[in-house]
């Protein structure tokens, strides 16, 4: 399935964090990639998983690989002999380390939200660390792919991925913002259901089974909300995430107040016009469910207009992929100058 | 377990609609009264359940009653032998069965919508039927417990019961805007996400186990919406309802703007002083989860207020205890004068 | 609802590892009991839930104790104000916790394996530790109710509770054997699927939300294998566990060898027989499914024959009541002469 | 992202029950396949279905076909234009359009059951209905992929796929019984769990979310015990079929006596063997647990071995993938003469 005839010509990619979640979803994605192969896996130093076999952690891909998964002691000669990396890491380690992987001309694909924010002095509040590397923010390049600028994330080493919630909120709500078509003085109000795996491959409590039902958390606390405000252009909203019974996906049911004469068809039209040159959002006539996009590439967007001047959209992508690792792939394709949807297969 | 001791000076109750999910949760919970006793279960009369077992509708109830499910043939009849009748049943039956049972001085508790809104040209719109009784919509008393009339619910005789969405929203939001706490320029975001038993026990693809997944639906078109804002005493809200993939409860997700001077301090205050003398709603130090409330009687209320002036209430119920069974136990004691939670062992 | 009128004359109990899922079950029946009360909740002395309302562990509980959790530092106080103590611990704990309680003539409910194999021997092998304590296997009564020696539990001040999976067996088993209606050259295949409740409240990564999928596990090798062969007369079985992705019950499935002339009116006579008497096992007509009991006190059991000479059972019971907690209530009450079903509303 | 390059050249298959969960899943994986093209989808003359577009069935496939889902009204015209088709029909149906098909020459892949037993006196019992085309149940190739006589496929038009439950018995248990490692005086006693999608896409109470829980159904009288039976040359098994509350996936716990000398090492031989040309059977190092084959087409296997003579064999498959959808394209691409993987992306 995996041909390799071209193995001499590919990219050479390392996943660090490559036992978490998004990490063997990248894994998965990259094995079927045409021009880029994963010749490393790391995991932390400390980490128990040090040593296996990839299958041992996600059974999935039990046969498509015989790489394993290796301490990344040795991050500068980790660096010698990749073009790309891929950081599935928690967010004080990615700002540690990429800056070791750019010294070695390593493009660098931060999955966490070391990067996201421009100012340093949101760190401390919002992430709960210092930020080792706050010269780095100017650089990085914030791949949310459908509004990134091409012409910078072509030239960008550091580029940083949006996190599942603010992916799913900016692709519903940039388009009718940038039309104008909002009435702001209502801050839009997210409503945002997660499946657990949001919350990392980790042994806590709060994602043992049993302890895991529909519930409300980081309620006005939650870091997703300043990216959301940033990237929106400083638009200030409500953000309320919850945590579901189920593994995978986000689904955002978002309201929002209609400027004067926004209408059904002029929001079809703006929507329609956002996304019609981009494979992996879709615009849907009803309102789609969770089942749609988990497992899958894809935003899905759909809308409900009131006679009395609001809206309400709903988004749903699959958090660790359009929400982590295929969006990740997405962002390295376009800044390879690949069709953003090469190696799916959908 | 069930003590008959008292049997002979027992009222005695008939369930009409008692196959369906809220007709065998009544059955659970009055098998274990002191003061009512069930002696007759119906469905409808073309019903596929009429002869069977109730342990064949559900297993739970195995051993627990030799009571059979019987065609409704003869309304009138069936009254002869009762002083309560609850109606488990489409909102039109309700509505046409009503009057039978008054006319024989039966209590009628109904759970269906048919006497919930005072306006008989709402039912066309909201639930596509002209009403076939709206004389009696006058009469009706719309019993939430906690803000019921009480001197009114004692002479009453046709006891309306909220709908699901109602009992979580107007718990959490009826003490801030009776106390002025509530900036109601913006109207109050409900999201809420139901189990799929609030569908009710039929055969429809879209209740399907693999059909089902995260969605909203009804948005802006709900007919709990008007329930609601008619509850609230006119105060318009948006109403996003969700289908979760779970049986059972509601976990409803409120935000609305605060009034000036409105804190953390008034609001808990308020929040206080409405429910404590009332048995279950419990209002919690964090945020409920779903499974807190998930096969008991109660509502469970916690609130997060943000420092540029917003609050996000998140209430919860299970849909078919609070938002429809243990409501209509809790609205019959309270009719009977016996204390509200009579005959409820939690 | 918890009438304390008669508080004065109850007995007064203590659970230790209150803050499981057994123990926050046993707290839930035992808070509706007319003769017990519980007056001490513990856990172990570096628990990070010392300290802790019980409502802060298990919403469910909001305001139906004022009971916190508090590390069990000296035992020896502990068994001064009480007549009965349930031990809701790790095997290795309740050996050496068990005579403490014992010397200050506290009757010990345990619902560990520490006490449930008569060969000190086995505790090594199967439990992973040497018997603090084995000359009190010799006086620990094993109480399975519906089999245990009423005369002798009486007696006991060490009960000892059965294993949830062996619980589910036995009931299905012991009525064919003890009437020789199967042919026991095939040893009986138990297949059960059981909740993740089953592997405790802990903060294991096996037990993470996304990590749980149905799966076999223990094969040939799980510690209920030797108590349900040991309590079915040393008869030899094959058990085969799974791990299923739901919070409670166990569904067993069991096939055996029918002896000659064994038929279904036989069987059927035999499993009436032995359950008549006994409130919490219930011979169905079909076969029971989970939700039949989950929640509920039961085990019910269904069969079917096939004309070559086998049967198949299906036993279910919730693994947190019949196979704990409930179960552990029941036997308490017929160690104080109680009717079993005591306290309990179903 | 599906290359149209080649269209010109590409096989035009027809997919009759395209509605249906492995109607959906066919196309999906179909609409990757280098060498065969989905030119029509059917749905039966009376379906709600018909006339919709694809993605109104199934959102994950909006944006990717443009096809229709049409009446079969004429058969014969609907064979004119293609040279496969897919029948994911009722049973019934299959057995009266595969000869239509034939006779135009297209090559028929039957999903139903309707063609894998040879006796057609076995269909009245185990189906319900006498069989319109018995002639041609000896013409049928079975086509399970790793054990089909591949010269035979080569030349077949009418190729019957196996049954998902018979999919995961028989990769199981035939190498062990072809090489004679059983003692089958035991019948092999086969727990299956499936995923409700088993139970196809209709609204019945049955398959309803709130009804559906952990239950065994279906023992001594599956109709895949037939199947299974004559495809392991006449073998007999227990089989013990579960519906789980989960959408996709089957779990098989397989147990069976082993003959004398048979251990570990020659089983792993044995699997080894059978399996290391074939794409899609992946021998695990321990158990496999149901995600890992949850939308993937391979069936896993795993064992265990008692020192007292007993094997207990996992096997686990996506019910919808290798248990239908993918296993007919594997068997098709056999029938073309591809490599069997051919299409897949995994």
Known sequence: MHDDYYRYKK????????????????????????????????VSE??????????????????????????????????????????????????????????????????SGAFRLADPKLYPKHYGF????????????????????????REANLISLPGCYPTASQLALRPLIDAGLLDLSMPPVIDAVSGVSGAGRKAKLSNA????????????????????????????????????AFKRGILATITAKLAPGADEEAIERVYERAYTEHAFVRVRQGLPKLDDVVNQPYCDIGFKVSDTGYIVIVSAIDNLLKGAASQAVQAMNMRLELPEDTGFSV
């Open 11 to 42: 990219l050479r990619a390392a996943i660090v964090g490559a036992s978490g979640y998004a990490g063997t979803e990248l894994l998965r994605l990259l094995l079927d990639h045409p021009e880029v192969k994963v010749t490393a896996l790391y």
């Open 46 to 111: 400390q980490s128990v998983d040090a040593g296996k076999q990839i299958d041992e952690i996600d059974g999935r891909l039990c046969g498509r690989t015989d790489l394993k998964l290796q301490p990344l002691s040795d991050p500068e000669a980790a660096a010698e002999n990749i073009e790309i990396v891929f950081l599935a890491t928690e967010h004080e380690v990615s700002a540690r380390l990429a800056p070791v992987f750019l010294e070695k001309c390593v493009k660098v694909f931060d999955l």
């Open 130 to 153: 210092e930020h080792a590397h706050p010269e780095l923010l100017e650089d990085a390049v914030y791949a949310l792919p459908e509004y990134v600028d091409e012409a910078r994330l």
């Open 209 to 244: 089974f049993c302890e895991v039902s529909l519930s409300a958390y980081g309620i006005f606390t939650h870091r997703h909300r300043p990216e959301i405000e940033e990237h929106l252009g400083g638009v200030p909203v409500i953000f309320n995430p919850h945590l579901g």
